[in-house]
């Protein structure tokens, strides 16, 4: 949810933002990890029981290297929560998780921002032909997708996480730069 929370803050005052990066964006729960019962969650939402469930995380915690995800395991294990997060998700977070998701969807296409969008092919969370269809509707001329090729959804602790600080600081630089020659262009105001 850290992509979707990074641009729900972009959208508050974009004027701010210089460049936003998305890392494995879940606009949508339809990874090929996901319970097939998961559709009843909606159920609790609407009656209200959302507040006396939660959703137990289990296997592959989003990593797709073994030996993380026998350390995440025995961490969930031993301490009910791990780097991949805690052993059980209350119901009633994933609805407002959801209904941020729904919310910052629909507005993604007001800012003007360059965008950089990381996602694992085989995400389990969230289907790479989602997030293409979110980033191929996005307005943006400066935007760009990168696919992980051997990562699961937490691509900052996987077989990829090297590649993503080299990613991170390409934009940057990228983005910072222009916006430094921005600012070279803009006109001076003199005070008086």
């Not at 494995?24 to 090929?32: R, V």
């Not at 939660?54 to 301490?79: C, D, F, M, Q, T």
């Not at 969230?126 to 990562?151: H, I, M, W």
Request: hydrophobic share 45%; charged share 25%; glycine share 6%.
């Amino acid at each position: 949810m850290g992509g979707v929370l990074a641009a729900a803050l972009a959208l508050q005052a974009p004027e701010r933002i210089a460049g936003l990066v998305l890392m494995s964006p879940s606009f949508d729960f339809d990874g090929w990890g996901m319970s097939p019962i998961r559709h009843l969650r909606h159920i609790g939402y609407w009656s209200g029981l959302d507040r006396y469930f939660s959703v137990a995380e289990r296997e592959p915690y989003g990593v797709k290297n073994a030996r993380i995800r026998e350390w995440i395991a025995r961490e969930l294990h031993e301490r009910k929560h791990s780097a991949a997060g805690p052993a059980r998700v209350p119901l009633r977070a994933l609805r407002e998780a959801e209904r941020m998701m729904k919310d910052v969807r629909a507005r993604l296409h007001e800012l003007s921002c360059p965008i950089l969008m990381i996602h694992a092919r085989e995400d389990e969370i969230t289907s790479l032909g989602s997030v293409r269809r979110l980033f191929d509707a996005l307005p943006q001329v400066d935007k760009e997708l990168v696919v992980l090729e051997n990562s699961y959804h937490m691509i900052t602790i996987d077989n990829e996480r090297q590649q993503i600080p080299v990613l991170l600081d390409r934009f940057c630089r990228r983005v910072s730069a222009n916006a430094g020659a921005a600012m070279q262009d803009a006109p001076a105001f003199a005070h008086v």
